[in-house]
């Protein structure tokens, strides 16, 4: 019998296996309860609090040397190879901003117009719509080449440059509130243009950056539910700025960077334990060397889009790994300086 007739439907008898523990993975088909019983207990069962590991990557710039700026916001799912889908707007053109985001909303923070003017925006998306992004309140000060992770609940941001020097302030709000952010503290390095990441356990790493007139290997860390100042953590294998970070909910990954002072692009990619403090390892390279880069992450999978060209490649790695970036896709347009920020990345596992 290949059919059963159900109340209002007729499903077939043949079970389909799950392709995932995601609310959008397939489990159809007529199965007994020991069957699935075994599938939940091995973590294999689809569980609609499961949301598809979805990436956002905003704003840049489209042309080489960031005179100009975008507010395209795109999208995809981390968990298949595939281009990027336009995905709303931000409130404006921006590039060299900072994101981070909860399992349900994304948010984009500061950055440079057309033109070099500042801004303190911070947008906010919701990842269940398609819709443009929303004014959600303030930064401290108007300033670019800060960077964002979080919580599940808090979002953070550090680095920056503003008022014509580099900043170590670090700073926080609730992602669920619309408004301004709060102090947090300092870094231990005043520098822009790095990149941050976030553990499952609540500890948030900033990493590299411009510092002076030099590039920074610093990498600090806090815990994202107090405040207070940065401590020194370790140094990555090599000073850079404009690089990409992401995580699961132990290793933290830091992607690509140029060199502040002769332009020249770096594709190396680091790796960190985030629970324990120490240097930085070597984990591979880019698919092809640019800087300028934008990261987002699941739990297992991190994404390095867009970079200096301008770019439209994403690449990816299998963060428990170690090896170089394979080509994942491509973005809607190709542009330099983009965020990006993940519903699955390691802070809110």
Known sequence: MSYKQMTGNIISATKVEPDGVFTSSAASGVWSLQEQYDYVRGGNWPNAANAVPTYIIAGGSTRAGGDDSSNIINTGNITTLANSSDFGDLTDGRQKSASCASTTRALFAGGQRAGESDTNIIDYKLFSSSGNASDYGDLLAAQYGVCGTSSATRAIFG?????????????????????NTSDFGNLTVARYQGSACASSAGRAVFMNGRAGSSDSNVIDYVTIASTG????????TQGRMNTGASSSSTRGIAGSGSNGSTGAVINIIDYITIGSTGNAADFGDLSASRGSISSASSNIRALFGGGNGPSNVIDY???ASTGNASDFGDLTTAVEWPTGCSNSHGGVQ
């Open 159 to 179: 680095m920056g440059y503003y008022s014509s020097s580099q900043r170590d302030i670090i700073q926080y709000k609730t992602i669920t509130s619309s408004g």
């Open 229 to 236: 100042n940065a401590s020194d953590f370790g140094d990555t």
């Open 317 to 319: 790695v299998t963060i």
